[in-house]
């Protein structure tokens, strides 16, 4: 008997329509878990090295956690996978509600697509019968409205879909689920685009065998009861407010980057400006509470919006807010919503689009764009109007949006003039909304990771604020004492939250259970699977599937330890005045430790032989060395 999972994942060729199961023995499973686990392992060894990601060969992978679909906690995600579009390193991209769940309930661990059809079609996996459709008519639909049309035929089918951008291969688009959930970054709704394929539309009756589940629904209740009881603290908070309640406190923390991470909340967006889109003032257009499939804290919700004439959009989270917001010092409450229900409905990933009109912003304010190159566009702070304006040209590629709409890297590229100074990125992704001077570890983890500009990475000092701070994330996972100061300690840290996030992750774990309270990881492993491990076991799967990624990304040609972060975002030259004014991250030296504590070449980031091999990863060798 299988527990936890079905043993196999769906292969699909548009090219030449076919669909082929490929059975997956449980030693797979045990090494890599699921979710970006087991896709890093397939598409490593199904994918040629250098394919461009938007040729027909390009892979993209749709893989619940191993998790998923079970009465876990905080474990409904499912995560996209392949060579990303827009940084050309291996990419990944997690996504919520109940699209992950519903690829279980077909029957399959994951489902790969591979080829590209001439004409726009979807696929459907509906009660066993697998179809690829004409989408002629879902063409230059919006995700939302398709579907809306979809779901005309398929009554309360789970659809991921794209909008204009990744039709228009924006290479900053994402994919939509549950009529606004993102699965935003890494640019895969471009890689759906170049293939013609609007959507994925899954239905399905499959059961998950579980090992115990008599054990898993008393842990489930038990974690569950907790969140529920909490009155302060991240859960209530999220439970109440969303993530948008931290747009205030993370602006007085100076976390949010403010000005394009030119300035600071301190002295360009004071509490005056940030209590005008604070979560309680969001919240007043709530109608109800959404979340993903799971979970006890719902942090997600449904929002009307009469001066808008919007009856249903998704509310804006904090990385949405901060990059409308802060980082453009606008405080205009209402377009917090309209920005973010354009982006929902095109499927553009917020977190870039604010960073590029950022970008576009302080080129026009420093000379280098004019208005002649804008549409008659004013782009100055906080000037609401340019910027919905802006983005709707970038969403539909029209005039000045269609060289903003594939990122500010590129976008800087084309201009020229020095503007490659106001382009944020990391390899091409622009950076989150959260600054590497308050949080130290993220420059490492901007700057070096192999999916790189990317907040959800393992970031030392982000993990090291919640229950982890007290070594009772996992109760047998304890922290090295000292590691907030430079040395074996940290970097030991830096390893060991590496290896136990990849794994969270590859079971399906929300990225928030970090900051709620104590998780049963190994007693829930046990129940569902049937596995005894420890949870130097689990860090070990978890520094496997990091190993597998660092080698995809060197592959590819990507020199990580030559890349070099913007020097506004670590303090390179210091700032002159504010709260970070003096202060430089050595983002640099933590890598080198980190490097020697995983088994790498400090100098170029490459796995060592003995380290590929102790990890199973032998296969790996002959392209590397």
């Not at 942090?299 to 802060?326: D, N, Q, R, W």
Request: charged share 25%.
């Amino acid at each position: 008997m299988i527990n936890g999972f079905f043993g196999k994942v769906l292969w699909i060729d548009l090219s030449e329509e076919t669909f082929k199961e490929e059975k997956i023995p449980e030693e797979i499973y045990r090494q890599y878990f699921g979710g970006f686990g087991l896709a890093a392992k397939l598409i490593y060894r199904n994918m040629p090295a250098r394919t461009h990601p938007l040729d027909p060969n390009a892979l993209i992978g749709f893989f619940p956690g191993l998790f998923t679909g079970t009465m876990a906690p905080l474990t409904g995600r499912y995560f996209l996978a392949g060579k990303s579009p827009l940084t050309g390193t291996w990419g990944d991209s997690s996504g919520g509600g109940y699209f992950g769940p519903a690829i279980k309930k077909c029957g399959y661990d994951g489902i790969l697509i591979q080829g590209a059809s001439k004409n726009p079609v979807y696929i459907s996996i509906i009660d066993n019968k697998k179809q690829i459709l004409d989408a002629s008519e879902l063409w230059g639909l919006d995700a939302i409205d398709t579907e809306d049309r979809i779901n005309e035929e398929y009554n309360n089918a789970r659809i991921a879909s794209i909008g204009t951008s990744g039709e228009k291969l924006s290479l900053i688009s994402g994919i939509i689920n549950d009529k606004g959930r993102t699965a935003a970054r890494s640019g895969f709704g471009a890689t759906m685009g170049s293939k013609k394929l609007k959507a994925l539309v899954l239905k399905g009756n499959k059961k998950i065998s579980i090992a115990n589940k008599k054990n898993l629904t008393k842990l489930a209740k038990d974690y569950n009861k907790g969140i529920k009881a909490a009155t302060s603290g991240s859960a209530h908070l999220f439970r109440t407010q969303g993530l948008c309640g931290v747009n205030v406190s993370a602006g007085m923390k100076e976390d949010a980057p403010v000005k394009n991470w030119g300035g600071s909340c301190a002295e360009d967006f004071p509490f005056e400006k940030l209590n005008k889109i604070s979560g309680e003032k969001i919240n007043k257009y709530r109608i109800r509470s959404t979340g993903c499939f799971s979970c006890p804290v719902q942090c997600g919700a449904v929002m009307k919006v009469p001066e808008l004439m919007i009856e249903e959009t998704h509310i804006p989270e904090y990385e949405t807010c901060a990059s409308f917001g802060h980082l453009l010092l606008n405080d205009d409450l209402l377009s917090m919503f309209a920005l973010n229900d354009l982006c929902n409905r095109a499927g553009l990933d917020t977190i870039s689009a604010g960073g590029t009109i950022a970008f576009a912003i302080e080129c026009y304010e420093n000379g280098l764009i004019s208005r002649s190159d804008t549409d008659g566009l004013e782009l100055t702070w906080g000037n609401t109007k340019s910027i919905f304006k802006l983005l709707k040209k970038m969403i539909n590629r029209e005039g000045i949006g269609d060289l903003l709409a594939d990122g500010s890297k590129l976008a800087s590229e084309r201009i020229g003039k020095d503007s490659e100074k106001f382009a944020i990125h990391s390899i091409g992704q622009e950076l989150p909304m959260h600054d590497s001077k308050y949080s130290k570890s993220l420059g490492r983890t901007y700057a070096f990771e192999p999916t790189p500009g990317r907040h959800t990475n393992a970031s030392l000092d982000r993990f090291a604020r919640g229950p982890m701070k007290d070594n009772n994330y996992v109760k047998e996972f304890h922290l090295p004492k000292n590691h907030e100061k430079p040395g074996d300690n940290r970097y030991e840290a830096m390893k060991m939250v590496s290896g136990l996030y990849q794994s969270t992750c590859a079971l399906g774990l929300c990225y928030f259970s970090y900051w709620f309270q104590t998780y049963p990881l190994l007693e829930c492993i046990q129940a569902i699977l049937g596995w005894d491990l420890t949870i130097d076991e689990v860090i070990k799967i978890g520094l496997r599937i990091q190993n597998i990624k660092q080698a995809f990304t060197l592959r590819e040609g990507i020199e990580l330890m030559k890349n070099e972060l913007p020097g506004r975002t670590v303090g390179n030259p210091p700032f002159k005045s504010g709260p970070y004014q003096g202060i430089t991250i050595d983002y640099k030296a933590d890598q080198k430790g980190y490097c020697q504590k995983m088994g790498w070449n400090p100098e170029n980031g490459f796995p060592l032989k003995k380290t590929l091999i102790d990890l199973n990863l032998s296969f790996i060798i002959e392209d590397l060395y």
